[in-house]
């Protein structure tokens, strides 16, 4: 595991970005082609809008794929996750393909399959990340993270304190507007991916990163895994550091 400590949200996007649009172009000039997961959500505003604006990158031929979204949600609600990625990245770059997991299908098993063929048919270049409050990666909270999950996409139940921090961002008016259920791609789907960037600014996040990157790898804490994967870095302000014994 990298760990990248700078002095604002901002400089850590620029940063993170950069690392992210180095592995896409190399993966273009060694295959071709290159294929990302795009996570959304708050934290990853400054990585997101400096990754698209990264020089020397051939939408053309990138295939995009995202981590999770919320089931039952129409992907023009405004906390959808398609949507996200719809308006600050397909619409303003025009990969080649975007791969959105549709959370409303009617047959969200199969909707699930399907996702998860699409992600298995060929390697993940780079997987951008963040850290819940809770510490959870993608929407693997503790109660429902496992390590060993034979599924790469799967449906799961959010808890109350992931349910509030999607309140707190600003993404629905009050608890009860918040889905119970979403989709994920899951954490032994995670580790067969290619090069983590995982974006973790704001001082609310500081004990889920000191968990996350200096206590035991646990699904109690899924981002733990961070220690584990072996292409990780991950990108702190000085905020979600503080709480850090070692620098």
């Known amino acids: 595991m990298e760990l990248r400590i700078f002095d604002t949200s901002l400089e850590l996007g620029v940063a993170a970005a950069a690392d992210a649009a180095e592995v896409v172009r190399a993966a273009i000039a060694a295959r071709g082609q290159a294929r990302i997961v795009v996570a ?4 990853q505003l400054h990585t997101v809008e400096a990754f698209t604006t990264s020089p020397g990158i051939d939408w053309s031929v990138v295939d995009m794929f995202h981590l999770d979204e919320y089931a039952g949600m129409s992907a023009d609600h405004p906390a959808s996750f398609r949507r996200w990625i719809r308006t600050r990245v397909e619409e303003r770059v025009h990969p080649r393909t975007v791969h959105y ?23 993940i270049d780079v997987t951008f990340l963040g850290i819940g409050e809770n510490g959870h990666i993608a929407f693997n909270d503790p109660h429902v993270a496992d390590f060993e999950d034979s599924h790469t996409v ?4 959010l808890d109350d304190a992931c349910r509030r921090q999607q309140v707190g961002e600003g993404h629905f008016s009050s608890l009860d507007e918040v889905p119970l259920e979403a989709c994920t791609v899951t954490c032994s789907a995670l580790l067969r991916m290619g090069r983590w960037v995982c974006s973790v600014p704001e001082l609310r996040k500081a004990q889920a990163v000191r968990c996350a990157v200096e206590g035991p790898v646990s699904e ?13 870095a991950v990108y702190l302000d000085r905020d979600s550091a503080s709480l850090l014994t070692h620098r």
């Open 154 to 157: 799967r449906r799961v139940t």
């Open 220 to 232: 109690a804490c899924p981002a733990s895994l961070v220690q584990r994967y072996p292409d990780a």
């Open 101 to 123: 997991m549709e959370g409303d299908a009617v047959d969200l098993d199969a909707e699930l399959r399907r996702y998860s063929e699409l992600l298995d048919a060929a390697p």
């Open 40 to 43: 959304t959500g708050n934290s």
